[in-house]
């Protein structure tokens, strides 16, 4: 039970955040609230904390979400007739799961009612009167079935790299692999040097926790396996390709990698060829000479796949490097963590792994660092050096990151990467609006809070003030186009000068002037919704196929 000091800091805290979550809801609740509705929201804000790896969430009555104002609320002003929530909320929700605490605190503002919601338990989505719920942004909805899958699949999830590989022993790993073992583990533990020296093989493979007891795991398998002990870990595969394409996406060399992965990553970055770019940098004459893909990113890249690799899957990992200056890393297997934003923003490891004892292991072999900043640094490197922004895509069991080894605008990078006042999560979502890129609610939230886009779902645009300081005025009237009272002026100005018009007399005149962040469609049903809405208010009337101005 937490003091009151404890729960002003809480309530501060939650008031701070710029927008509502999955795991924060804010009600007024001024003279009550609605039991079924509250009911709804306790189910989605357990199964939220859970997709999200994340405990407590929180609903806070009492307070208005626009501006964050206390309000004050007399939801259930008699204790025991709050309290009572608690089973009254169970009666209705899976394994009868309810609020942790119920908190009731006064402010000058006005009393706030907090309520601790618990995370919904490992593999048991929470329902509320049979149905489940989650949330999109800040919009209550149905847990859809990915999601519910996601949460009931955690019960039987269990770590593969941990796995022993029977008949497998000392012999089916490669001694030059196990030499660069101990190197690494030299690095990363200096003050251990004179007592590795003494161990042998089985004894420092069990205290870098790449084998158990001296037996072996799959995890050494990958990481130190000879390439004929593949086996032991079939169906699933330690394969990498390397796959070099041309600039119309013909292969025109390849090569295939096996265990040992700590040596052939190794080679694998030997074969890329990683060309020396060059450009010239702001007020001097002599240019820029860099690699167009850092050295870090790419190992950082490769041992994410190794890392995260969903290995029941039985894929493999791809590298495929084009001449136009693309590196693109995929592996199989879905992301992890909710999204590559949020990682960028926690910036702290993972809360948990796929293949947790593998991923240990590398850490003590020194292939990955332990505190989950990779990802991160790969988006710094890239912004610092004025190249686009690492691309991610995640979709059907895959993850796939592409690097771009080249300046595509230099002006623009260069001015967007100063300008005042935008950290790196800014830019990463900028990234997305110029890419066309679906934004969630709570990124459209962030952008527009900022004033960073303009225009409406799903159709954003950078807004005024980062198109000035990129000197992209005139992309920027491109993209916002003519507005609905300019339409409505086009059209009734045609109907004066010639009486009459049809709708496609319409779209020739309008369609290259709307907005060219809509498709096709989307301009034909806005020039549509134009003619409707002065049908509507009397200024045009139809006859036949032909619109005419109303007398």
Sequence with gaps: MRNEKNIKDILRDLLSQDYENEILEFKEAKNGYDFNRLGKYFSALCNEANLKNQSPAWLVFGVRDKNKKIIGTQFRTNKANLHKLKAEVANHTTNRITFIEIYEFNTPDGRVVLFEIPTAPKGIPVSWKGHYYGRDGEELNALNLEEIERIRMQSNEEDWSIKICKGADLRDLSQEAILKARSNFKTKNPNLNKEINNWDDITFLNKAKVCIKGKITRAAILLLGKSESEHFISPATAKITWILKDRDNIEKD????????????????????????????????????????????????????IAHQDYSLGGKISVIENEDGNLIFSNAGKFIPESVEEVIISDSPEYRYRNKFLTDAMVNLNMIDSIGSGIKKMFNIQKEKFFPLPDYEIKNNKVKVRFVGKVMDVNYARKLVTMPNLNLLDIILLDKVVKRKTLCNIEIKHLKNKNLIEGRKPNFYVSMSVAKATGEQSDYIKQRGIDDEYCQKMILDYLKEFGKGKSSDFKKVLIDKLSNSLNEKRKVNKIRNVLQKLRKDGKIVIKGKYWKIAI
Excluded at 284 to 289: A, D, R, S
Aim: hydrophobic content about 35%; proline content about 4%.
């Design 254 to 305: 390849y090569a295939h990698f096996t265990c040992p992965l700590l040596l052939n990553t190794e080679e694998v970055h030997q074969k890329i060829r990683n060309l020396k770019y060059r450009y010239l940098k702001e007020g001097t004459l002599f240019p820029e000479e860099v690699d167009q893909f850092d050295s870090y990113i790419i190992r950082e890249a490769l041992n994410n796949c």
